[in-house]
C-alpha cells in the first residue's frame, strides 16, 4: 500500500490565523466509544501531549486519559470545560455533537476544535443532502429517489412494482442520523413497504426517519475510504473494510460494525488513486462551492460494483471500528496532522507513514445487541488479553462499577491486533477475544474472511 496519500486541491480555502505548534498541551477527545479510545491511545503517544481528557469516555479512556463526566452533546459545558483546563485542541469523535454544530460554536468562543462544522456536517446528517450532492457533482453512487413522508414513499413503491413476486432490488434509508443502523435492504415490494413504514411511520430511530431515501441497491462489496482535509489538501488513508451486518457471512440486522480490517485488498492502489480523484476531491470542491467549506474527516462508503466504485454514504468523522485498525497502524504524530487541518497548513505536515503490518479488529457485543441488551455485566480477562503481544483492546461500552470494569452498551469492547499478514492478525485478534469474558458475551466469527477470497 503506497505511503504517499495526498492530494492538493487546486482551490484555496477559508483563511484562518496560523496558529502553529505548541508543547505541552492539554487535549479534549469528546466521545464515549471505541473510535474515541483509540484516539485517546493514540494522541497520547505524542510527545507535544501534557494531558488527554476525554468526555464523557469509557472504563477504557480512564486507563490512557482522565475522564470527564460531561455528555458529547453538552456544548456549553464541554465549553466551559475547554476554557477552565486551557485545552490547545478538542477533538470531536461522534456525529452528533458535529451535527448540532459543536465546531462552530468551539470556534465562535475562541477555541481551536477539530472537526467539521454544522452545515458541512450535513453531508453525513441528511442523506438527502449528500444524494443530491453526489447528482449535482457527478460523483458515481446509486440512482435515488427523496420522500418527505411515507405516503409518497409508499405510493412510489406500488405505482412502480405490481406485485410482491417481483424482484425489488431497493436499499430503503432515513435520512437522519440513525448511529449507522438506519438502512434496510429490500428484496419484494413487501421488504421496501415495511422498511417504509418502520422508518417514518412506526419512527424506529425517532425523527431520523422524517425524510426518506430510496435507492438502487449496488451489488458488490463495501469499503471504507478516509481522507484527512483541511478543505485545499487531501491526505488519503488506507482502505478498511468494515462488517455491518450482525452474524457471520454477512446476514442479519445491520448494526455500528462487528469488526473491520486495514488495508483491505479490495482497494487496489489503482482504484485508491481513482477515487481520490473522483470521489474525494469533487466532493471538497463541491462542499466549497456550496459554502460549506469541509474541514476534517472525509468517510465515504464505497461499494465496489463491476462499473467500478460508487458512493453509498458519506460520513464526516472517522468510522467506527474502523478508526481502531487504521491508528494501530498510524506511525507519526495524530496531533501534529489534525493540528494543521485546524490551521489550514496541511500541506505542511509529512505524510505519515504505515506499519506495514495489517491490523484487524473484533468488536465483542452484548447478547441481544442490536436489539435490546443486558448492562451492567462484569468482564473478566481484560489484564490477560492486554498481556498478549501486537494487541489493543480498545472500549466502545464499558464503564466502571465498584471497582470492577461491566459493559455499558450493546458494542461493548473493539479488541485489535496486528499480524505480519491479515490472517495472523486475525489470528492474534481472536486469541485475545477467547480470553475475555461476560454474560452473553458473543462476536462474529469470519471478520476479515472477506480478504482472502
Known sequence: MRNDRMAVCSYVGDSVAQAGSFDNMNLLVVGNGGREHALAWK??????VNKIYVAPGNAGTALDAENVDIAATDIPRLIDFARDQKIGLTVVGPEAPLS???VDAFEAAGLRVFGPRGQAAELEASKVF???????????TA????????DSATRFIRDRYATDLEDVPLVVKADGLAGGKGVIVCSTRRDALDAIDRLARQKEFGDAGKRLVIEERLEGQEASVFAITDGRTI????????????????????TGGMGAYSPTPLISDEMLSSIESNVL?????AMKRARRPFHGILFAGIMVTNQGPKVLEFNVRFGDPECQPILMRWQGDLLDVLEAVVDRRLDEVATPTWDPRPAVCVVMASEGYPSSYKTGLPIRGLDEAAKLPDIKVFHSGTAMQDGQVVSQGGRVLSVTALGTSIAAAKLQAYKAVRCIRWEGAWCRKDIADKSFT
Open 235 to 254: 491526505l488519503t488513508l488506507p482502505p478498511a473494510q468494515d462488517h455491518k451486518a450482525a452474524f457471520d457471512g454477512d446476514l442479519g440486522p445491520n
Open 100 to 102: 448540532l454544530g459543536i
Open 130 to 140: 449528500c444524494k443530491e450532492l453526489l447528482h449535482h457533482a457527478n460523483i458515481p
Open 43 to 48: 494522541l497520547a503517544q505524542s510527545p507535544r
Open 143 to 150: 440512482d435515488h429517489h427523496s420522500f418527505r413522508d411515507a
Open 281 to 285: 476531491v469533487p466532493t471538497v470542491h
